[in-house]
């Protein structure tokens, strides 16, 4: 038996819908090529990684915010969501940052060594 389906309707275009997907693809592309633009022309460095992580960071709340719908949602959830994920970024920084002081400090790795205070004229100061 063949089955009829008859009360198919095409939706019109949502030209403003349409607009809005190429804004926020626009936007990601520029902040990609800032990143490209830093990563040519700066040096490796702490800078250089924050402004990575910062723009990153734009990308994903864009991508979360408009191709997940998180942005359109009530304020209430998007706290629920976005907070505990804080939160849990925080704690594996932090436990990363521990084990690493850790794991020098077994080693012996100082990071700054202090100079050996010299005295002037054999006076202590």
Do not use: C
Request: charged share 20%.
């Amino acid at each position: 038996m063949e089955q009829v389906t008859s009360n198919v309707v095409v939706q019109p275009v949502d030209k403003a819908k349409i607009r809005g997907i190429w804004k926020v693809a626009l936007i990601l592309f520029l902040i990609t090529v800032i990143e490209y633009a830093f990563a040519f022309t700066m040096d490796a460095g702490m800078l250089r990684t924050v402004i990575f992580v910062g723009l990153t960071i734009v990308k994903a709340w864009f991508i979360v915010s408009e191709f997940m719908h998180l942005g359109h949602e009530v304020k209430g959830l998007i706290y629920s969501i976005i907070l505990p994920m804080v939160f849990i970024l925080w704690l594996i920084v932090a436990l990363v940052n521990m084990e690493g002081a850790a794991i020098k400090d077994a080693r012996g790795i100082v990071d700054v060594e202090q100079p050996a205070t010299e005295h002037v004229g054999g006076e202590e100061h």
